[in-house]
């Protein structure tokens, strides 16, 4: 069975930063570029930013030179760093595979919410 266990959200003040963290299953882990979606109330899921299994990464205008995502194939983990973070950026956060169809299946996210 697929495992997406996301962590790391939190309250925090426009300018902040977060990092989030996801533990993944191996093998869905190992065979797929992984991402960052993210839903806030009343929008669609987008995805945010995506990493390939070689590093390659890509990511919305809307966080471009303010977020960092990176994985550790040895841990199964990808992580997504958050600096200078605006009001617009909070939302619930998730971590899958891209296209997410590929893992059938989403974790509970972690709630980001940036205010003052």
């Known amino acids: 069975q697929v495992q997406l266990v996301e962590s790391g959200g939190g309250l925090v003040q426009p300018g902040g930063s977060l990092r989030l963290s996801c533990a993944a299953s191996g093998k869905i882990f190992s065979i797929n570029a992984m991402g960052w979606y993210r839903q806030a109330p009343g929008k669609q899921r987008e995805l945010v930013t995506f990493?390939?299994?070689?590093?390659?990464?890509n990511y919305v205008d809307s966080v471009k030179g303010r977020f960092t995502i990176s994985r550790d194939n040895a841990k199964n983990t990808v992580s997504l760093q958050m600096n200078s973070l605006k009001p617009e950026d909070s939302a619930v956060y998730y971590c899958n595979t891209v296209p997410s169809t590929k893992s059938g299946s989403w974790g509970q996210g972690t709630q980001v919410t940036v205010s003052s």
């Open positions: 990493i390939n299994r070689s590093g390659g990464t």
